[in-house]
C-alpha cells in the first residue's frame, strides 16, 4: 500500500509517474549503498533553512494583518466597520512597510546566498510535470479501474505541484505588485499625474486591492496545501 509519505516524496522528487516500490526485495537491495547513505543522509537533513522558515510565517502574520486592516479600509461605511479606520490605516501602512522591507532582504539574501539554486532546481520541469501528474489522475478516472490508491492520493502531487507553480508566482509577481502599488498609495507625489486620462493614484489603488485580492485566495489555498503536505516542514523545517 503506497504510503502519504512516499506520494509526497516522490512529488518532491519530481519524478514523472508514481510507481510501487517492490516489497519483496530488503530495502538495502533496493536502494544500493548510495541509496542508504542519501537515504540516512535526507533523514536527517533540514529541508527547509531556519531563516525561510522565520520569513515565511512572519510574512504570513504581516499579510493576514495586511488583508484584514485592508477589507476594513476598503468596505467600512459610517454605519458598520470591523474595527477603529483610522487604527486599521496606521496598522496598514506599519505593516505593508515592514512586509516590504522583509521581502527586499529576503531577496538579497536569496541571490548573495545563492538559495536561488534550490529554488531553480525545484522549479525546473514543474509545468511538465504538473501536466503529467493531471493526465495520470485524469486518466485513472477515466479508466474506471479500482485501485489501492484512492482518488484523494493520487489527486495531492497534483494539488502539491500546484502549490509550488502558485507559491513562485507569488514571490516574482505577486509580491513586487503589492510593494509597487503600495509605494505609491503610501507616498501619492511618487505616482504618475496621469494614467489613461484618469488620475494617477486610481490605476495604482485598483491594482493594490485586486493584486491583494489574489494574495488572499493564494493564502487560503496555501494553508489548504500546508495541511496535506508541508505544513510540518515549515515548523521543524524535514
Request: hydrophobic residues 50%.
Amino acid at each position: 500500500m503506497l504510503t502519504r509519505r512516499h506520494l509526497i516524496d516522490n512529488y518532491l522528487s519530481g519524478l514523472p509517474s508514481i510507481e510501487k516500490p517492490r516489497l519483496d526485495e530488503p530495502s538495502s537491495k533496493r536502494l544500493g549503498k548510495a541509496g542508504l547513505k542519501r537515504k540516512r543522509a535526507n533523514g536527517n537533513a533540514t529541508v527547509t533553512p531556519l531563516w525561510v522558515r522565520t520569513w515565511h510565517w512572519v510574512i504570513a502574520v504581516l499579510f493576514v494583518a495586511l488583508v484584514y486592516t485592508g477589507v476594513v479600509l476598503t468596505y467600512s461605511t459610517s454605519d458598520f466597520a470591523l474595527m477603529n479606520y483610522e487604527l486599521a490605516d496606521n496598522l496598514h501602512q506599519v505593516a505593508g512597510i515592514i512586509m516590504s522591507i522583509l521581502y527586499g532582504v529576503f531577496v538579497v539574501v536569496v541571490f548573495a546566498s545563492g538559495y536561488w539554486r534550490r529554488y531553480q532546481r525545484r522549479y525546473q520541469g514543474l509545468w511538465s510535470r504538473i501536466r503529467l501528474h493531471g493526465a495520470n489522475v485524469m486518466s485513472a478516472d477515466s479508466s474506471g479501474q479500482t485501485s489501492e490508491i484512492s482518488r484523494v492520493e493520487r489527486t495531492r502531487p497534483v494539488l502539491l505541484l500546484v502549490q509550488q507553480f502558485l507559491y513562485i508566482f507569488s514571490i516574482v509577481i505577486v509580491s513586487p505588485l503589492l510593494v509597487i502599488t503600495g509605494i505609491a498609495l503610501l507616498y501619492p507625489e511618487l505616482a504618475p499625474a496621469e494614467i489613461a486620462g484618469l488620475n494617477g493614484l486610481w490605476p495604482m489603488a485598483l491594482a493594490h486591492i485586486w493584486v491583494g485580492l489574489a494574495g488572499a485566495l493564494f493564502l487560503l489555498f496555501h494553508i489548504y496545501i500546508a495541511t496535506i503536505g508541508g505544513f510540518i516542514r515549515m515548523i521543524g523545517g524535514k
